[in-house]
């Protein structure tokens, strides 16, 4: 069998930077679904990509720009509108420091 | 102490002097009610496209043509990947392999700092914090606002040196008008790395980042002592710890976050919302004709020009809003000399080191030459002068408003000034009888009478002569 791309620990790590908890059943199951995942994109490595330019932007654009002119904004009550916590101007969040 | 060398890099960011945030159309401007300038694009909201600002890239492309970077002719946005609470997509569009500018310096004192990497990225939300419960309150007016990271080589070499940079800086880039450049207002903010090693060796210390500095002079403090923390730990044998430490501003020290740092991974990869820059020399060369007059170059202008000392154009120069404010004076009124010595004395003692720009200085320009010109006539004299200047100042009246209301103007009425001669004369016979007696020093204590009696205001060689007539009438 070939070596798992991967681990356990690989699914923790993702857990912690992407501020999830997982529980043991989880981290199982993600080991294996992103493993499958990328076994699946590792098939790009079978194709010879040497003096190729990798593809940043799938349309050939660039220097695409605003002009700095104001325009009105999203309401207060309609940006809040959506929050899981708020007050009258704010969102409320967990303190972290 | 001297057996060792501090060696110190500074990253910079400033926020931007668009009107408009990095990519989208909301306000940048300060001190708007919480979370008014916002839309979904700076609110992360999904299905969005970001849209860069033009006027972003042209400041920051003006500030590597000044300090001599080499601009990237392709450059590319990045995304830099982490949580917080601050930071409404869980990630900052940032710069990363490909930043729009590298290499550079700026000069202070006949040395070179110089840069590694000048970038252009989106400013984070704010955090208010609850004094007693375990909430934050986020205002998102500030996410998205157009952010220049510029970061220094480690060629700085003790923590005055440190606070210089940043005054040079802060005074390029406010004639640039790239920045405010306001530390207290956080459109300017520093973070510092700092490390000490024995001097000739080559190796670089551990270092420490040092942050939550709030003004050049808590760099510079918060500096003196982690360098001094940094040697004593050396010299008693021990070994200094690789982490991020806070400047505590009360109690002067800088102490250690104390968390738990596992090495950031931001896990940067290119921005697929934003396609690449191209930057050519046809654009590079109109931005360079924007550039203005820089302060060095204004300093001499001004000595050539006005006639005025080294000294007083240095201290005109240093900050753009008073040396245009003495620029705009100088049109009204033709008197360099007597402006500059006005500003640096009265002005600035007004302002008391809060740096302002033109139009801020609450005495408008056309005021402090109104009040000049009444000198020159001898309308008033000039301590009356200064303590209208004082009060303008504070009122923002005209002068002349002032001067009418307080009737202030100084007494030409030779008519009038006889009346209170009489006056003085009736009420000191005394005096008076001494003076017949030949006592001549009755006299100046009779035109310090008449003086009070016009509170001042009067011409004091004019009551002299006055009175010397009455008095010899009387004989």
């Avoid at chain 2, 970001?50 to 990237?72: G, M, Q």
């Avoid at chain 2, 007059?293 to 001499?300: A, G, S």
């Amino acid at each position: 069998m070939k070596e798992k791309i991967i681990k356990k620990e690989d699914v923790e790590y993702l857990g912690r930077l992407a501020r999830i908890e997982l529980t043991e059943e989880e981290k199982k199951k993600f080991e294996k679904e992103l493993g499958k995942i990328l076994e699946y994109i590792s098939k790009l490595n079978e194709v010879n990509t040497e003096n190729i330019e990798p593809t940043y932007h799938v349309l050939p654009l660039k220097n695409v720009f605003r002009d700095d002119i104001p325009e009105s904004s999203t309401s207060k009550e309609e940006i809040l509108k959506n929050a899981p916590d708020k007050d009258d101007d704010f969102f409320k969040v967990p303190r972290i420091i | 102490m001297e057996d060792y060398e501090i060696v110190i890099g500074l990253e910079v960011h400033v926020e931007l002097l668009t009107k408009t945030k990095m990519f989208c159309s909301c306000l940048t401007e300060f001190g708007a009610p919480p979370n008014t300038h916002v839309c979904p694009v700076c609110t992360g909201m999904p299905g969005v496209l970001p849209v860069i600002n033009k006027r972003a890239v042209e400041l920051a492309l003006k500030t590597a043509i000044v300090f001599n970077s080499e601009i990237s002719r392709f450059c590319r946005f990045a995304r830099k990947n982490y949580f917080y609470p601050d930071l409404p997509k869980n990630y900052q569009i940032s710069q990363y392999e490909e930043p729009l500018a590298k290499g550079g310096y700026l000069e202070i004192d006949g040395k070179r700092i110089r840069f590694k990497r000048i970038h252009l990225e989106e400013d984070a939300g704010k955090l208010l914090h609850s004094e007693t419960g375990f909430i934050s309150f986020v205002d998102f007016n500030r996410s998205g606002i157009p952010l220049l990271e510029m970061v220094t080589e480690p060629d700085i070499g003790s923590p005055e040196e440190a606070e210089k940079f940043l005054e040079k800086l802060k005074q390029i880039l406010e004639y640039l008008e790239i920045s405010d450049c306001n530390m207290e207002e956080g459109s300017l903010r520093c973070d510092a790395n700092i490390s000490v090693r024995k001097k000739g060796t080559k190796e670089l210390g551990v270092k420490t980042e040092v942050k939550n500095m709030n003004s050049f002079k808590s760099v510079r403090k918060a500096l003196a002592y982690e360098s001094k923390r940094q040697i004593e730990i050396l010299k008693r044998g021990e070994k200094i710890v690789q982490e991020t430490r806070l400047w505590n501003e009360k109690e002067e020290i800088t102490e250690s976050m104390r968390t738990k740092e596992e090495a950031h991974d931001y896990r940067y990869f290119p921005e697929p919302d934003l396609v690449p820059l191209e930057i050519n020399d046809g654009w590079i060369e109109e931005i360079r004709k924007e550039i203005k007059e820089m302060p060095d170059e204004r300093k001499e202008r001004f000595k050539k020009d006005y006639g005025i000392s080294d000294y007083d154009a240095n201290v005109l120069i240093s900050h753009k809003g008073i040396a245009d404010y003495f620029e705009e004076c100088v049109k009204l009124y033709n008197n360099p000399k007597v402006i500059a010595n006005w500003i640096m004395s009265e002005i600035l003692a007004q302002i008391k080191g809060k740096v302002l720009k033109k139009e801020e200085i609450p005495l408008k320009p056309e005021y402090l030459v109104d009040i000049l010109k009444l000198i020159e006539e001898n309308k008033i004299t000039v301590n009356t002068g200064k303590e209208i200047l004082k009060e303008v100042y504070n009122t923002g009246l005209s002068p002349c408003e002032i001067v009418e209301k307080k009737n202030l103007l100084q007494i030409q009425d030779i008519e009038l000034i006889g009346k209170f001669v009489e006056e003085v004369i009736r009420e000191n016979e005394k005096a008076i009888n001494d003076w017949k007696k030949g006592k001549q020093e009755v006299i100046s204590f009779l035109v310090g009478q008449v003086m009070r009696k016009t509170k001042g205001r009067a011409n004091p060689n004019i009551v002299r002569n006055i009175l010397i007539e009455y008095l010899k009438s009387l004989k």
